[in-house]
């Protein structure tokens, strides 16, 4: 952590200061998937069922 604030002392991480002085943040939460008409595979309705990615067992 020294090594990188040292290096950040040198060289600022300059979007991290242009989003600070516009007033940028990151939203909350990420925005809800939402699926696709055009997804004939069906995949993104998949997807949406199992939004943390695990398929649990019954």
Same mark, same amino acid.
């Given at each position: 952590?020294?090594? #990188? $604030?040292? $290096?950040w %002392?040198?060289?600022?991480?300059?979007? !991290? #200061?242009v @989003? @600070?002085? #516009? +007033?940028?943040?990151?939203p909350? !939460? &990420? &925005?809800? #998937?939402?699926a696709?008409?055009?997804?004939p %595979? +069906? /995949?993104g @309705?998949? /997807?949406?069922?199992?939004?943390?990615g695990k398929?649990?067992a019954?």
């Amino acid at each position: 952590m020294r090594r #990188l $604030y040292r $290096y950040w %002392s040198a060289h600022p991480p300059v979007h !991290e #200061l242009v @989003a @600070a002085f #516009l +007033g940028v943040t990151a939203p909350a !939460e &990420p &925005p809800p #998937l939402v699926a696709a008409a055009d997804d004939p %595979s +069906g /995949i993104g @309705a998949m /997807i949406l069922r199992f939004p943390d990615g695990k398929v649990k067992a019954h």
